[in-house]
């Protein structure tokens, strides 16, 4: 099984969609570690009696960010994770941590990228009056939700819509999508040439025994 880090900042809904997956066996990886960078986030709670580690990690602690950054990484390392998910983290990674990480740090971000990234990613939308938004997992390089696409789904914008409304039908999405793409690269099925992540077909009889 891949060993999972993931990374979180608050709600924890995404952690929880990986949490149902694993339970639901759709998805065949485990979690060796949760680190939150904020000590209220209800992420943490999610993992509350799971045998699951939870570690706190908060950037005031440190002077420097690649301090705390190292720490995360160290973290990562003492429990071999193999995969970092960002699952609403909401913290910019320095090109340090990308470095040492690169090509195996995925986010989920709420809009089609690279429409509206950064901040308020649903406001972004309705304040453009796009008709479409959605969701889109990929893997992080050093620019701000600019990697290699994984997945894309798209869901409508209504005209009554508010950013709540918005905001619960992409997470909805959000929550079949993250799932679903941690497992292709869980199963090896993901590969990245020149920036364009194709999807390799599964391969026959896996599963039959
Ligand atoms: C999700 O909508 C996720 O796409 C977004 O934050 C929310 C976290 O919710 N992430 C970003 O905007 C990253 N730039 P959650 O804590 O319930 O998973």
Do not use: W
Not at 58 to 68: G, H
């Amino acid at each position: 099984k891949i060993i999972l880090g993931i990374l979180v900042s608050g709600r924890g809904s995404n952690l929880q969609s990986i949490l149902d997956a694993i339970h639901a066996e759709r998805l065949n990886a485990k979690i060796g570690v949760v680190i939150s960078d904020n000590p209220e986030a209800n992420a943490l709670k999610r993992i509350a009696g799971f045998d699951i580690p939870g570690v706190c990690i908060e950037r005031k602690n440190f002077t420097a960010k690649q301090d705390f950054e190292k720490a995360i990484a160290d973290e990562l390392n003492i429990h071999h994770v193999e995969l970092v998910v960002l699952a609403g983290f909401m913290r910019i990674l320095s090109p340090y941590f990308i470095q040492r990480c690169f090509g195996k740090i995925m986010n989920i971000h709420p809009s089609l990228l690279p429409a509206f990234p950064g901040l308020d990613a649903q406001q972004q939308a309705l304040q453009y009056g796009a008709k479409v938004s959605g969701c889109t997992v990929h893997f992080i390089d050093q620019g701000i939700d600019t990697g290699p696409i994984i997945l894309q789904e798209a869901v409508p914008v209504l005209e009554e819509d508010t950013v709540e409304t918005l905001a619960e039908r992409i997470l909805h999405v959000e929550h079949i999508l993250y799932p679903r793409a941690i497992g292709l690269y869980c199963d090896g099925r993901l590969c990245t040439e020149n920036r364009r992540v194709r999807i390799l077909q599964e391969v026959e009889g896996k599963g039959d025994d």
